[in-house]
């Protein structure tokens, strides 16, 4: 069996979606934030709960989806303990597995185009990131590279498994899909026929410009892909595409209590009973434990929920899957707006909610339900 591949053409980067035949469980390597839709579309399409979002390091060339993914699917975040992704839910260290129902993934720890760079085996397949490409491999130039910790990576972890072993890289810009062991001992021109000295010195010579988005990237993909910009709205608005715009918390409670709109909580049952509710807002779930899946019956509560004239004011958990019942909402004809932060926020650099954003931490009414 083998795994799906998914590329973004922006990046160049290949995402990998696996998963269990019988149970429908799901993991993603390397997801895009740019390709969020298709890999939601994907997964419905093809019946699966995405159980996992994994990196293989903190990516300089593209912004991940894996907290926007978690949001949408409830799916755990997962990523290499020595990357500083401190959002991710579980941190992992070499030899760690990661189960999706009869399925599991094995952490790799292959430092060296990053220090905290992981390569992950599943099967009889490797998912080599950045560390190893076909025919190439990872740049060790910046953000902690190490040429001579590359070449060990690679020759005494990666080219330790066995020689048939299925190479699937972070990357490659020629249409190819996938190489073998075996096939990069022996053709790899950065590998083949070096010694470690020899593969210093080249990877010393190379040079290159630095990604164009790397200041934009590194702190976003430190959070799991989230950008913390709700701070910059405050107590004001702003238009958004697909629906009526953004607003602070701050403001939508104003607008609520002058009786301008109606606050709509999208989150689930679960989320509403265990974490705190918003005294008077309406619950419309947008999607729905188990499985976070979508909830049926969406249009005609939301439409039953807020009278002519007044806004429809989205609350989630810190303000992603708030947007897409945005986005419906307003397609049946309503005045949506998508409230920022939600009502936790996003989750902090030890990956709690609660501290750096979101409707409680700015002391608006709630009460434990």
């Known amino acids: 069996m083998h795994p799906l591949q998914l590329l973004d053409p922006a990046s160049g980067t290949c995402t990998y ?16 934030d740019a ?34 993914l978690a949001e949408h699917t409830g799916a755990r975040t997962a990523a290499p303990a020595a990357c500083g992704i401190g959002t991710a839910q579980v941190q992992l260290a070499d ?3 990661l189960h999706f129902g009869g399925e599991q993934l094995r952490a790799l720890h292959t430092p060296g185009h990053t220090a905290g760079s992981m390569s992950y085996l599943w099967r009889g397949h ?65 590998l083949a026929g070096r010694s470690e000295e020899q593969f210093v010195a080249l990877m010393q010579g190379l040079h290159l410009p630095a990604p164009e988005r790397m200041y934009e990237t590194l702190p976003a993909n430190r959070h799991s892909g989230l950008r913390h910009d709700a701070a910059a709205v405050q107590a004001q608005e702003r238009s958004a595409q697909g629906y009526a715009g953004d607003v602070s918390p701050a403001l939508a409670w104003q607008w609520v209590q002058s009786g301008q709109a109606v606050l709509v909580d999208v989150r689930t049952d679960a989320e509403r009973a265990w974490v ?32 002519p004239g007044r806004k429809a004011l989205l609350l989630c958990r810190s303000g992603v899957r708030s947007i897409a019942a945005a986005q419906r909402a307003t397609a049946l004809g309503l005045e949506a707006w998508n409230v920022l932060e939600g009502f936790e926020g996003d989750p902090d650099e030890q990956a709690h909610r609660g501290r750096v954003g979101g409707w409680r931490f700015h002391g608006l009414p709630w009460r434990q339900g």
């Open 17 to 32: 979606l696996l998963h269990d035949p019988q149970t429908r469980e799901a993991l993603i390597i390397d997801p895009v």
């Open 35 to 68: 390709q969020i839709e298709r890999d939601l579309a994907v997964l419905q399409a093809r019946g699966l709960r995405l159980c996992w979002a994994v990196e293989t390091h903190n990516h300089a060339d593209h912004i991940t989806s894996a907290a926007l």
């Open 95 to 97: 030899g760690d597995v």
């Open 126 to 190: 490797v998912f080599t990131g950045d560390t190893l490409l076909i025919g190439s491999c990872g740049r060790t130039d910046f953000q902690s590279g190490d040429a001579r910790t590359l070449w060990r990576s690679i020759t005494q972890v990666l080219f330790a498994l066995p020689p048939d072993t299925l190479v699937w890289p972070g990357h490659d810009y020629e249409g190819r899909s996938h190489s073998s062991i075996a096939a990069e001992q022996a053709h790899n021109p950065r």
């Open 276 to 307: 705190g509710e918003v005294p008077g807002a309406v619950a419309v779930a947008w999607k729905q434990w188990p499985g976070m899946a979508p909830n049926p019956q969406f249009d005609a509560q939301i439409q039953a929920a807020v009278p």
